[in-house]
Nanobody
């Protein structure tokens, strides 16, 4: 089992920045990939960024150059630094942990990010 707790969402003006945090606990050593997803009202959930246990990262085209995913292994925490935020970044952001051997996916409770124009 893996437990994920997100924090750091809020309201920010366009052009501003926010940093989201995802603290993991439980069977963290089995996690292969950590990712941030978002879902805006009326839209499908989409992958924003991910970081593998190898350190490899990937980003959605819409956030490349503006968002950075990173991790602090000592704190068992993954971060999503979001810069140059746009109103279209408004969504509920959720943290995900994927364990390949069991094909289990774990989710946090989500945190709201609202970008005003």
């Amino acid at each position: 089992q893996v437990q994920l707790v997100e924090s750091g969402g809020g309201l920010v003006q366009a052009g501003g920045s926010l940093r989201l945090s995802c603290a993991a606990s439980g069977n963290i050593f089995s996690i292969d990939v950590m990712g941030w997803y978002r879902q805006a009202p009326g839209k499908q959930r989409e992958l924003v960024a991910s970081i593998a246990s190898t350190g490899n990262t990937m980003y959605a085209d819409s956030v490349k150059g503006r968002f950075t995913i990173s991790r602090d292994n000592a704190k068992n925490t993954v971060y999503l630094q979001m810069n140059s935020l746009k109103p279209e970044d408004t969504a509920v952001y959720s943290c995900n942990a994927w364990i390949a051997t069991t094909r289990r996916s774990y989710w946090g409770q989500g945190t709201q990010v609202t970008v005003s124009s």
